[in-house]
């Protein structure tokens, strides 16, 4: 089997428009400052002594503060012990700006990552069922709104 | 126009689709790619990490699967029904395992013992749920998913707004839309001659399949067995080029046609070239 028109160029274009890719890195960089913005607020709200980064003792804080818990529990000290120690990447005891800018930045990525993942499963049920749809009408289905493979049942 | 050229399904295979950049169409076909490479993966008779393999290598008869399996599936047993059994994936699957044996005996051996086994009324689909009738049974979707994958590549592109486009897997064919002006032309390849067509097909918004006996075949002791598995010796037509609305349906009614020439095609369809 050989194709008519196929044995062209690769590619061949006179259009230039770049409107779609400019969108892109605008938006991309629109995401950066709020990036950036949430880690200057959470340092500001955990750097109570104002030197720039955050120690141990300040992070239990914090911790301790959203929990509502005020005393030393071990289990809650263990938990803020592991993610101080994730988010402290360079293990330098303090969590700088930057470190704690990647981590969010890595969460975020992850939870696009998830979206992704469900929007492609969701796609591939849409178009499964438009083709179900067209073979099923080629044939005379009356019912032809559903996907179901009940209605492929003769 | 952009066009791409690479392997999927043990064929060549190629896109054509017209798009403002190339940047565009880079980007529109790592996503298509991203798709065909899940769908060759999943449904492969051989992928040891396919849903296919874990079907035919199941510890019970009973089996639950995938919901776009089911319905892949729900399809291929509609058109056993409709083809009358000539175009069957446990036929194609269950005597596949023949093609393993290294001497003709063994072969027909082999293709003895599985033959009772070796046909679409053992399986039994209940939503996704999939009920086997004997340990024997096989399914093999290679009759059936490099269609789908065609006819969802092309579906695909539709929703991303490209206005023509032609999708060629192995000539498993679909096109929509113009190409400069004309409808997509289409050469059937001579099975003997590969540089001359025998005839030649105007398609838009349509599919084109052709299945032949001829490109793809296991030798053993000399002696060629067509990848399309029939419970018939006799071969009258060593190609067949049919015309219809989606690949799935061209894909079937082209192979059923082969294996079993005296079933009647459904009006929504055409025989494009028959050799």
Redesign the interface.
């Given at each position: 089997?050989?194709?008519?028109?196929?044995l062209?160029?690769?590619?061949?274009?006179n259009?230039?428009?770049?409107s779609?890719?400019s969108s892109m890195s605008s938006s991309s960089q629109d995401f950066g400052n709020v990036m950036s913005q949430m880690a200057s607020t959470l340092m500001t709200s955990m750097d109570t002594n104002n030197n720039n980064s955050i120690d141990k003792s300040e992070f239990q804080q914090a911790i301790d503060s959203l929990s509502g818990n005020s005393s030393n529990a071990s289990t809650s000290s263990s938990n803020a012990d592991q993610i101080f120690s994730a988010l402290d990447t360079n293990k330098d005891g303090t969590i700088s700006s930057d470190e704690l800018l990647s981590a969010l930045k890595q969460a975020q990525s992850s939870d696009d990552a998830s979206a992704t993942q469900t929007s492609t499963q969701k796609?591939?049920?849409d178009?499964?069922s438009?083709?179900?749809q067209?073979?099923l009408a080629?044939?005379g289905s009356t019912d032809t709104t559903t996907?179901s493979?009940?209605s492929?049942?003769? | 126009m952009y066009i791409a050229h690479f392997s999927a399904f043990t064929t060549p295979c190629e896109l054509q689709f017209d798009v403002a950049t190339k940047e565009e169409g880079d980007r529109i076909l790592a996503s298509l790619l991203t798709d065909v490479k899940y769908l060759q993966k999943q449904y492969s008779f051989f992928d040891v990490t396919s849903e296919i393999y874990a079907i035919n290598h199941r510890q019970s008869d009973t089996f639950t699967l995938s919901k776009e399996l089911s319905v892949i599936l729900a399809l291929a047993l509609f058109y056993a029904r409709l083809t009358q059994g000539a175009f069957d994936i446990a036929l194609a699957g269950t005597l596949k395992q023949a093609q393993k044996a290294i001497s003709l005996h063994e072969y027909q051996a082999i293709s003895a013992k599985l033959t009772p086994f070796a046909n679409f009324t053992a399986l039994n689909l209940e939503g996704e749920r999939l009920y086997f009738s004997n340990p024997y049974t096989q399914i093999d979707l290679g009759g059936i998913v490099k269609e789908y994958a065609v006819d969802q590549t092309i579906m695909r592109l539709q929703t991303m707004g490209i206005s023509s486009a032609l999708v060629n897997f192995g000539g498993d064919i679909a096109a929509y839309g113009m190409c400069h002006d004309e409808p997509w032309c289409i050469g059937i390849q001579d099975p003997k001659k590969p540089d001359v067509n025998v005839a030649t097909v105007m398609l838009r918004d349509a599919s084109l399949c052709t299945s032949g006996h001829s490109k793809r075949y296991t030798a053993i002791e000399e002696h060629r067995f067509s990848h399309i598995i029939s419970p018939h010796s006799e071969q009258r037509y060593a190609q067949m080029s049919i015309i219809a609305p989606t690949t799935v349906d061209a894909g079937v009614w082209s192979t059923a046609l082969l294996v079993n020439p005296t079933l009647s095609l459904p009006k929504h369809m055409s025989k494009a070239f028959v050799l």
């Open positions: 089997m050989t194709i008519g028109n196929s062209t160029s690769s590619y061949s274009s259009v230039h428009s770049q779609s890719a796609s591939i049920e178009l499964q438009s083709l179900l067209k073979i080629a044939y996907s493979n009940a492929l049942i003769a | -």
